[in-house]
């Protein structure tokens, strides 16, 4: 059974940056799409970021249009780790940051495609 463990989250400034990461267990990273997710409250949880597993290696790693050019999301496998880097952060960046994972996937943007996550690490944008 895999399991996800976020950490890194945390009050912040805008214009901040911070790193997330999710540490993978009980599988090998290698064979996960990984993605990242968020929720805020009162809203749904949405898509942020994603990875596709190793052996689609042309899949290129997608990203919400809200955090393109801001959020680069990374993999270790070495380290069984994903790390989501987050610079320049905005108020409406706020949110419960989730990691996910799905065997052997492409790395879709849909939550339900997703079998595995972690409890999120909160991450709160101060103005």
């Known amino acids: 059974q895999v399991q996800l463990v976020e950490s890194g989250g945390g009050l912040v400034q805008v214009g901040d940056s911070r790193r997330l990461s999710c540490l993978v267990s009980?599988?090998?990273?290698?064979?996960?799409?990984m993605g990242w997710f968020r929720q805020a409250p009162g809203k749904e949880r949405e898509f942020v970021a994603s990875d596709a597993a190793t052996q689609w290696r042309d899949t290129r790693t997608k990203y919400a249009d809200s955090v393109k050019g801001r959020f680069t999301m990374s993999r270790d496998n070495t380290k069984n780790t994903v790390y989501l880097q987050m610079v320049s952060l905005k108020p409406e960046d706020t949110a419960v940051y989730y990691c996910a994972a799905d065997y052997y996937g492409t790395g879709q943007i849909s939550p339900d495609r997703y079998d595995f996550w972690g409890q999120g690490t909160q991450v709160t944008v101060s103005s």
């Open positions: 009980g599988g090998t990273l290698s064979t996960l799409a």
